[in-house]
């Protein structure tokens, strides 16, 4: 990563945990090119490191993401990547879990971001929204696609064609947030959850992932083979025997991601 994009977007590594921060507060974390390319590689680096399980993506400051930086694509910048989407990721989710950490704004593009995430954890002064019809657009990063799989459909219809913002008493009342906390404790919350994910086998947590992100979208005659062709990969995996003798060893595993 180069220097600009560091400076941009900062990833930590805690264990098997691995921290995604949109550093542009001054911005409101607002996504320009070369914040999408840093993005677009620290999901690279979880889904090839054997070493991490998860992701939490947040944002620098008071706000997680006012979606596209609109001086950037004024400019002429081509602020998403071709075949990844808004932040490298919206077409492209990493292959392990993700967890968005929402603290104030996610909004048209930011709340897409956070719909690409599998899990969202969020500030009880959180808004969310896609506004981009009371610009003259559509919300193309996902959200209209991801948004009606969230919540009822007619409720992410109404959201949508109106453009209202909706707080996070909202969100969490129609099931678009797992966990709501106090002003600032979004991070800290949102590690708790991955680390009780992490001490899953690193495998099956992808492979869960898959079939539950997948699954809707398989006929109901593919639906059995490709879960059976998953399954197979996992219950012959060296994590799997291990599981197994942990368990009757009464003790921890140690996962080898293979």
């Not at 967890?99 to 995430?117: M, P, Q």
């Not at 929204?129 to 990063?141: D, N, Y």
Request: aromatic share 4%; with cysteine.
């Amino acid at each position: 990563m180069t220097d600009a994009r560091a400076e941009k977007v900062i990833v930590t590594r805690e264990g098997a945990l691995l921290i995604v921060t949109v550093n542009r507060p001054d911005r409101r974390n607002a996504i320009d090119h070369e914040t999408s390319c840093a993005i677009a590689e620290a999901m690279d680096l979880l889904d090839d490191d054997p070493a991490l399980s998860i992701g939490v993506l947040t944002g620098a400051g008071d706000h997680f993401c006012a979606g596209m930086d609109l001086k950037a694509f004024i400019a002429g910048e081509r602020v998403e990547l071709e075949g990844r989407g808004l932040a490298g990721l919206t077409q492209t989710p990493p292959s392990k879990p993700l967890i968005a950490a929402v603290e104030g704004y996610a909004l048209a593009g930011g709340f897409e971001i956070a719909l690409a995430c599998d899990m969202i954890v969020a500030s009880e002064t959180a808004v969310f929204g896609l506004p981009e019809a009371k610009r003259g657009l559509i919300a193309g990063s996902g959200g209209l696609v991801r948004l009606p799989e969230r919540m009822p459909r007619q409720i992410a219809m109404e959201c949508a064609l109106t453009g209202r913002m909706i707080d996070a008493a909202e969100a969490e009342r129609w099931g678009l947030v797992n966990r709501l906390c106090a002003p600032g404790a979004t991070l800290e919350t949102a590690r708790t959850l991955a680390g009780q994910i992490a001490e899953n086998a690193p495998l099956s947590l992808a492979a869960t992932k898959e079939i539950i992100t997948d699954a809707a979208r398989w006929s109901q005659d593919q639906l059995w083979e490709r879960q059976n062709e998953i399954l197979e990969r996992i219950i012959t995996s060296t994590d799997a025997r291990e599981g197994a003798t942990a368990f009757a060893e009464k003790r921890k595993p140690v996962w080898r991601g293979q």
